[in-house]
């Protein structure tokens, strides 16, 4: 398994959860990781990303309540999220990007990404 993401869970609205996403050696120094999310009934959608010098970009929703890091000790990629919302509710996706594909930034469309992670079920519930 080259990407292993955990830490999802249930947190009441307003909590807090890190996720964390353990990746080979050879695809966290070579490729883009990214977060995605899939609700129920709904298409996978973009969260974040991170490049290899740890430029991140997010989607306008998650913009200062979620933090994507990287621990290049670990080989792991972190989604720090705060002030969850019940809109947040759904399996969150780890993934990697090939750069040397010729993709461009913000890298938030799917099909960028050739490598995934199994997902991880984040519930925001009262």
């Known amino acids: 398994v080259q990407l292993q993401a955990s830490g999802g869970g249930l947190v009441q609205p307003g909590g807090s959860l890190r996720l964390s996403c353990l990746t080979s050696?050879?695809?966290?120094?070579?490729?883009?990781l990214g977060w995605f999310r899939q609700a129920p009934g709904k298409e996978r959608d973009f969260v974040s990303a991170?490049?290899?010098?740890?430029?991140?970009y997010y989607t306008s929703s998650v913009k200062g309540r979620f933090t994507i890091s990287r621990d290049d000790a670990k080989n792991t990629v972190y989604l720090q999220m705060n002030s969850l919302r019940p809109g947040d509710t759904a399996v969150y996706y780890c993934?990697?990007?090939?750069?040397?594909?010729?993709?461009?930034?913000?890298?938030?469309?799917?099909?960028?990404?050739?490598?995934w992670g199994q997902g991880t079920l984040v519930t925001v519930s009262s």
């Open positions: 050696e050879r695809t966290f120094t070579t490729h883009i």
């Open positions: 991170i490049t290899k010098s740890g430029v991140t």
């Open positions: 993934a990697a990007a090939n750069p040397r594909k010729g993709i461009t930034p913000p890298y938030d469309v799917r099909e960028q990404y050739d490598l």
